[in-house]
């Protein structure tokens, strides 16, 4: 007998309640009761054929807060009003089967509308603040005698603020203490903004401070190939979005991992599979099993080829910080989650480096209670998965100071170079290098024009000797500029490339092996065995600009041609 059943409960306190069943609607509404703040959306029994439950969070107006997904191998998901703060009265869970007795997406059926019963306890006891449950003061609405008692409260929970955010939700960006509620719009123009002064490196380069973003409605909230979506539609390709990562994980094929997108929201669609034989996408969320991420973005993905598995570690959703190590196994095709031993904090915009077997994570923002804000580390942790366990390693040398955002690149498989980043109110532009054999660092002269102080940059690895850096933000815009580091000379070079003239932050960039026809080749290439030329192309997706875009396009380019460029 099929016994299965999404359920759900509306409350600390309510019981279960079945919304859908084997045999009844495949698309469920449910007001959720205005008293309530804390909805958990579970499944019961054997899943059989079906593919998933796709889960929204909408206001009022239909407009997602937040959207999750049950799976056979994930088959709970919770949300709570103080970690949603678009959360309003008005709030409906839609939930919808697919595969089983689905013919098609599109079910024809007309949605289910359920009521939620109430439940009251016997002995009512008020419930408890936010405060009280998870050591912040809830939003909402508070008398004019709180306000001065909740600004250190708020400072904290607005360090972090997401790019071209309209409603007002956190994430790890780095903002200046103290700082005014009305403050610099970042990848959004237009509006005055509230400043603060910093010098980076000496330059004496006025930097704006990130603060939050004020509503604009969804018209002005656009992402190139269209708007993170909101119905069930097939898509062929991923959302726009931000903060994700893309993993190579062979010659043909990388990995995208998270993300957030247009309305501040986490992608529906969190993982694709990209085969660049023909630049085609491939959904993946449901292709693996096991317990798959919580979506997140400023987290890092690492891919380690003796093993052939993905190291997903940290980064953050709304107030939730991680720490946690999911590893995803490209030959089985598995999640699993690390019970790792020793001590590492939650951390996003931090940089992960594979050497010899281990994860090395350097920097990132770390949640700090209040009234102390957000601050940035200039800790190394090392990871090893053999013992599962994380360990601090003695580190010599001249350190970089704290920040988060920066890049670091692996070169000759025995150097770290770390570049960058955001620490409030500074970005910085200076380069430390990490030798790994002697686990020393030092800091890095350079000659050339050097790029000017940022964060959220892309950076990958062109040859031996060289690496690009490419966009990024400086505290008040979004960049395009591209520059190349050459690791034997310690110089910089700027070069010009027209497919990268678009300015880009929180993007991602990769090197990889395409085939493409047969000509001359140079010491960089290698011939196919089908007489084709193999050559290594840099792939460029995503990031957010000025303008309140998100991008979904794929950009190339030869790698040959940025080296020529130089």
Known sequence: MDDFGIYAVFGVNGPPQRLLSADGSCRVSVAVPPSVRQVVLFSSGPWG??????????????????????????????????????????????ITLEGGNLVKADWPEPELILAVTEYTPKDTVAPLAARELNGKRKR????????????????????NVCPNGSLEKTTPVRKARGQTKGAQKLFSSGGDAAKMKGTANGTGETLGTVGRTPP??????????????????????????????LCPIDAQTAILIGGQGARMQFCKDPMWKLCTEDMSWVAAETLAEGPTPEARIGHTATY?????????????????????VHILDTQSWKWTMVEAQGKVPPLAYHSCSMFRGELFVLGGVFPRPNPEPDGCSDSLYIFDP????????????DTPSPRSGHSACVMQERKIFVFGGWDTPVCYNDMYMLDLGLMEFSAVKTTG????????????????????????????????????????TSSWTEVTLP??????????????????????????EDAGADGSAVSRTLLVFGGGDNEGNFYSDLTTVAVEEVLAAI
């Open 386 to 397: 053999h013992l599962s366990i994380w360990y601090q390693p003695i580190v010599t040398g």
């Open 49 to 94: 054929e079906r593919i998933c439950v796709n889960a929204e969070l909408n206001d009022a107006e239909r407009i997602p807060i937040t959207i999750g997904k049950l799976t056979p191998y994930n088959k709970c998901l919770s949300w709570e009003q103080w970690e949603e703060e678009t959360w309003t009265d008005s709030v409906t869970l839609k």
């Open 304 to 324: 380690d080829p003796e093993s052939r598995r993905i190291f997903v570690f940290g980064g953050s959703k709304n107030k939730k910080w991680f720490n946690d």
């Open 499 to 524: 497919q990268l003239s678009i300015p880009r932050a929180g993007h991602s960039i990769i090197t990889m092996e395409t085939a493409g026809h047969l000509r001359f080749l140079d010491e960089s």
């Open 216 to 245: 604009q409605s969804a018209a002005k909230l656009k992402s190139r190939q269209g708007k993170t979506p909101t119905q069930s539609t097939p898509l062929v390709s991923p959302s726009g979005r931000w903060g994700q990562t």
């Open 140 to 159: 909402g609405r508070m008398s004019e005698e709180d306000d001065d008692e909740n600004k250190t409260a708020k400072r904290g929970e607005e360090e």
């Open 449 to 488: 024009k050097a790029p000017s102080p940022r964060s959220w940059h892309g950076s990958a690895v062109l040859s031996d000797t060289k690496f690009l850096i490419h966009g990024g933000y400086n505290g008040n815009n979004a960049l395009s500029d591209t520059f190349i580091f050459d690791i034997d």
